[in-house]
């Protein structure tokens, strides 16, 4: 079984630094995704970034990016130029490609999520 | 966009009280989830279904069951509420196995 673990319960940083979330996983899985979801204050899950364990390249949106690292399982996310509505719980997750043509959905694996505040 | 709505957003229930949330969603989307979020525990997966009258089991089923009778909706039901089941529940919705959509949530109050 897959299991994600966020090692930092809370982060706190002033607006227009740079933070970075850590995430790390466990998987005997060669094919996968990985994920970052935000929820703010409002509960309303978003997603934030997503990476294919089959792309070299960090997947970056904006003042988001990603350091994955397959060898180490590890899936940082780093937020440049924080800004305030940047306040929220982050999740990681990670979901198995299936393969072949096989019915059904996969799960996701969430973390226990990071509770980030950037102040004024 | 996506929208992904929920009955309620807030619920309060009685031990041993029948209750159903609701999630609906107005993309054609294949598959639905519907997780609980507890502090320090993360999300974690109740049910799925990947069409409508097909179900699977997550990570933690017991207490809950699930409906699907039309391709938009997907409901969860817990038999007999009871205490342990306070939390907030969220449900989600995806078109294939990438990125899941969420709802506002429904936090439930079991007394």
């Known amino acids: 079984a897959q299991t994600v673990t966020q090692s930092q319960p809370e982060m706190s940083v002033q607006e227009a630094e740079t933070v970075t979330l850590s995430c790390t996983y466990d998987?005997?899985?060669?094919?996968?995704?990985l994920f970052w979801y935000k929820q703010p204050p409002s509960r309303q899950m978003i997603l934030v970034i997503r990476?294919?364990?089959?792309?070299?390249q960090n997947a970056t949106e904006n003042r988001f990016s990603v350091n994955f690292q397959k060898a180490a399982k590890s899936f940082s996310l780093k937020i440049s130029d924080s800004q305030l509505g940047d306040t929220a719980m982050y999740f990681c997750?990670?979901?198995?490609?299936?393969?072949?043509?096989?019915?059904?959905?996969?799960?996701?694996?969430f973390g226990q999520g990071t509770r980030l505040t950037i102040n004024p | 966009d996506v929208k992904v709505t929920q009955s309620s957003r807030y619920l309060v229930k009685r031990t041993g009280e029948k209750v159903f949330l609701e999630c609906v969603q107005d993309?054609?989307?294949?598959?639905m989830f519907w997780y609980r979020q507890d502090p320090g525990l993360g999300l974690r997966l109740i049910y799925f279904?990947?069409?409508?009258?097909?179900?699977e089991k997550g990570d933690i089923p017991e207490g809950y069951s699930v409906s699907r009778e039309k391709k938009e909706r997907f409901s969860l039901i817990l038999e007999s509420a009871s205490t342990n089941q306070t939390s907030m529940y969220l449900c989600?919705?995806?078109?294939?196995?990438?990125?899941?959509?969420f709802g506002p949530g429904t936090r439930l109050t079991v007394l």
């Open positions: 989600a919705s995806s078109p294939g196995y990438h990125t899941q959509y």
């Open positions: 998987t005997s899985e060669n094919n996968y995704y």
């Open positions: 990476q294919e364990a089959y792309k070299q």
């Open positions: 997750a990670f979901m198995k490609q299936r393969s072949g043509i096989i019915q059904g959905a996969q799960k996701l694996v």
């Open positions: 993309m054609d989307h294949e598959n």
């Open positions: 279904s990947y069409d409508v009258k097909m179900k």
